[in-house]
C-alpha cells in the first residue's frame, strides 16, 4: 500500500509563489513516477507536471511552463511542485499521484490540497 500526502496550499495573490510537498509512504519501490494535476471547479482535473523517481526531464503542461518547477528528494520519499508567477486561473485543488513501471495510469492519489489565487 502507498500513501500520498499533501501540504503546502493556500491563498495567494496573483504573482505569488507558493510550494506543495507530497510525502510518499507505505511500499514507495512501487512507485516509478510522480506527478501533479490539479482540478478547477467545474472542470476536468488535468495534468500539471510529471517526473520519474530516476531521473530523466520532467513533462510540463504548456499553461505552466517557466513558472512552475517540480523536484523530488529521494531520501525524504517527497515530491515538491514549487509555483511562481501564480495566476487566478491556477486556482484549482491540486493532486500528487504515483503510477507503477510499465502502466500509464495514475494508481496512488493524494487527498489534494487548495491553492487559490486571488487577482
Known amino acids: 500500500q502507498v500513501q500520498l500526502v499533501e501540504s503546502g496550499g493556500g491563498l495567494v495573490q496573483a504573482g505569488g509563489s507558493l510550494r506543495l510537498s507530497c510525502a510518499v509512504s507505505?511500499?514507495?519501490?512501487?512507485?516509478?513516477?510522480m506527478a501533479w494535476f490539479r482540478q478547477a471547479p467545474g472542470l476536468e482535473r488535468e495534468f500539471v507536471v510529471g517526473?520519474?523517481?530516476?531521473?530523466?526531464?520532467?513533462d510540463y503542461t504548456n499553461s505552466v511552463k517557466g513558472r512552475f518547477t517540480i523536484s523530488r528528494d529521494n531520501a525524504k520519499n517527497t515530491v515538491y511542485l514549487q509555483m511562481n508567477s501564480l495566476k487566478p486561473e491556477d486556482t484549482a485543488v491540486y493532486y500528487c499521484?504515483?503510477?507503477?513501471?510499465?502502466?500509464?495510469?495514475?494508481?496512488?492519489w493524494g487527498q489534494g490540497t487548495q491553492v487559490t489565487v486571488s487577482s
Open positions: 507505505g511500499r514507495t519501490s512501487s512507485i516509478y513516477a
Open positions: 517526473i520519474s523517481w530516476s531521473g530523466g526531464s520532467p
Open positions: 499521484a504515483g503510477r507503477e513501471i510499465f502502466k500509464p495510469e495514475y494508481k496512488y
